[in-house]
C-alpha cells in the first residue's frame, strides 16, 4: 500500500494470476523463495530485509500475517543464498556488538579517570 502497487501489478511482477497474489497476500497460499526474491527487488531490499523487523514472519510449516506486505509463506528448507546472506548478517551484526563495546569500555575508562 505505501508504494502504491496494486494486487494485479505486483501479480504481474510475480508472473501470476491476480487471484493467485491475492491468495498468497491474504494467507491463502504459500509463496515460494523466486516469488520473496522477486518481491524484495521490486521493494528494493535485501531478502533478509524482507523476511525480518516484523515485515513478513516466516517459521516451518506455519503461517504467520505480516504487517506491511500481508504474505503467508511456508519455508521448508531455506537456499543456500539465504543461509549465507543470514551468516555474512550475523558476523556484520557481531563486529558492530565489538566495536561498540569497545567504544562503551573507552567512555567507562574515560569516566573513571
Do not use: F, P, W
Amino acid at each position: 500500500m505505501e508504494k502504491g502497487y496494486s494486487q494485479d501489478y505486483l501479480a504481474e511482477v510475480l508472473e501470476v494470476s491476480q487471484k493467485t497474489y491475492s491468495n498468497m497476500e491474504n494467507n491463502k497460499s504459500s509463496i515460494s523463495i523466486d516469488a520473496l526474491k522477486k518481491i524484495a527487488e521490486e521493494y528494493k531490499i535485501n531478502l533478509i530485509e524482507l523476511l525480518s523487523d516484523d515485515k513478513v514472519n516466516a517459521q516451518n510449516n506455519s503461517l504467520r500475517e505480516s504487517s506491511s506486505l500481508q504474505v503467508g509463506i511456508i519455508i521448508n528448507h531455506l537456499t543456500e543464498e539465504l543461509l549465507n546472506q543470514m551468516k555474512e548478517r550475523i558476523e556484520e551484526l557481531k563486529k558492530t556488538i565489538s566495536e561498540k563495546n569497545k567504544l562503551i569500555e573507552l567512555l567507562e575508562n574515560k569516566l573513571n579517570n
